[in-house]
């Protein structure tokens, strides 16, 4: 593992502010995290053994992009390397949605990779959707582009105000062999706001990913959360949501696909604070060969949050004999009148299903991925909007073909 204190020495060169320094406190005193932390366990952390990810000072080379083609009817705000690409982006005036960019706040980090991108963030993105707006979508594009030995580190904020809602679309996607993205999202959900979001991850030649994504709901307040991520090197998700406010609603839907060498992990925190609120958890993992995705699931129900209704599901399915899966899904309560579950399984593709497909005219790599597009399924049939449903059915299609089969 890289010292953390190369790490140090860069940020406290370029860190500035109140909050920066807060944060370069709480990485000293944390350090970097390894596979020892029970958080970070399946975590790929071999790209921080290397030399030291440099953060790109320079933002990136703006005439250089190839910026993805939109792909909803909402408006659009592209990032560069968490700044905004005006020439690319739609003007949201009208849209209800104030953008500004805002001080970095003092906040406590989750690990030593957290307070890394607080110190080096600068100044995070914000969103805003204030009381009285009227909003439909928006679809924001995080594009990421650098040298392989550099990180970019990128915070955004999202607040809902009370009694509003939104429909977002966000897409994380690599435009170059970037090393190391490193990206922190915090949500506010005012009382009886509503958010729904469509996450697709991409980052293609990128080397070291970790996202991490809080999210807190007041009273009243609800979210959707469907994603669907591929990955390049080594991926981490992290999802912490705290259901703050009496009835507030979550789901977490996703689905996560671990190529040839690659390795994925799911991180999801969720914890009921407050009474009769409720939370569900759908998961699906495949791994191709020499693949690894991993799941760690826990639901934590306070003392007093009585009425809590919270449920887990994930199932992984290992279509390579070379393939791994791994999952941890944990329930701490400390109340009593709850209706909580969860539960996980692990197997291979059923081979008795594939002779019979085989025996009605029905090549065997197409057989595996039909019986592997139907395990997913599951997870598609539960995005309520048709353009994300079948836009992740059209990229785990080409990725099924791209990792059916191999070598034994």
């Not at 020495?9 to 500035?16: G, Q, S, T, V």
């Not at 366990?41 to 190839?66: C, V």
């Not at 497909?357 to 399924?377: M, V």
Request: glycine share 8%; with cysteine; proline share 4%.
């Amino acid at each position: 593992m890289t010292d953390v204190a190369a790490y140090l020495d860069e940020a406290r060169k370029i860190a500035a502010g109140t909050g920066a320094v807060a944060a370069l406190k709480q990485l000293e005193a944390m350090g970097l995290p390894t596979n020892k932390l029970e958080d970070w366990r399946y975590t790929d952390l071999r790209p921080l053994r290397k030399e030291p990810f440099r953060a790109l000072a320079d933002g990136g080379a703006e005439a250089e992009i190839a910026v993805p083609e939109s792909l909803s009817s909402w408006p659009r705000l592209v990032l560069l390397n968490g700044r905004c690409l005006r020439d690319a982006s739609d003007d949201l005036s009208g849209t209800g949605i104030d953008m500004t960019q805002t001080a970095p706040a003092v906040d406590l980090a989750s690990d030593g990779i957290e307070a890394l991108n607080f110190a080096l963030a600068g100044e995070p993105f914000q969103l805003n959707v204030d009381a009285g707006a009227e909003t439909k979508g928006l679809e924001l594009t995080l594009v990421f582009d650098g040298a392989p030995d550099r990180a970019v580190h990128t915070r955004i904020l999202l607040r809902l105000a009370s009694g509003t809602s939104l429909d977002l679309w966000v897409r994380v996607v690599g435009s170059g062999p970037l090393g190391w993205i490193n990206l922190v999202e915090k949500i506010e959900l005012e009382k009886d706001s509503r958010l729904r979001i469509f996450m697709d991850i991409d980052p293609q030649s990128s080397d070291f990913v970790t996202i991490a994504e809080s999210i807190r709901l007041a009273a009243g307040a609800r979210c959707e959360h469907h994603s669907i991520k591929r990955s390049a090197g080594s991926l981490r998700h992290m999802i912490r949501a705290n259901l703050a406010g009496p009835r507030a609603n979550l789901m977490i839907n996703g689905a996560a696909l671990a190529g040839h060498n690659q390795t994925l992990a799911t991180v999801i925190e969720v914890t009921h604070s407050a009474r009769d609120a409720s939370s569900q958890q759908f998961f699906r993992n495949v791994a191709a060969k020499k693949g690894s995705a991993s799941f760690q699931g826990r639901i934590v129900v306070c003392e007093k949050a009585d009425g809590t209704d919270a449920h887990q599901s994930n199932k992984n399915l290992l279509i390579h004999p070379t393939a791994k899966a791994n999952a941890k899904p944990e329930l701490l309560i400390d109340a009593d009148d709850v209706q909580c579950s969860h539960g996980t399984s692990t197997g291979q593709l059923d081979e008795a299903a594939i002779f019979y497909l085989g025996q009605r005219g029905i090549p065997e790599l197409q057989a595996r991925a039909f019986l592997t597009t139907a395990f997913l399924a599951d997870i598609f049939e539960r995005i309520p909007d048709q353009d994300f449903a079948d836009f992740c059915r059209s990229q785990s299609d080409p990725w099924l073909a791209n990792h059916q089969g191999g070598e034994k």
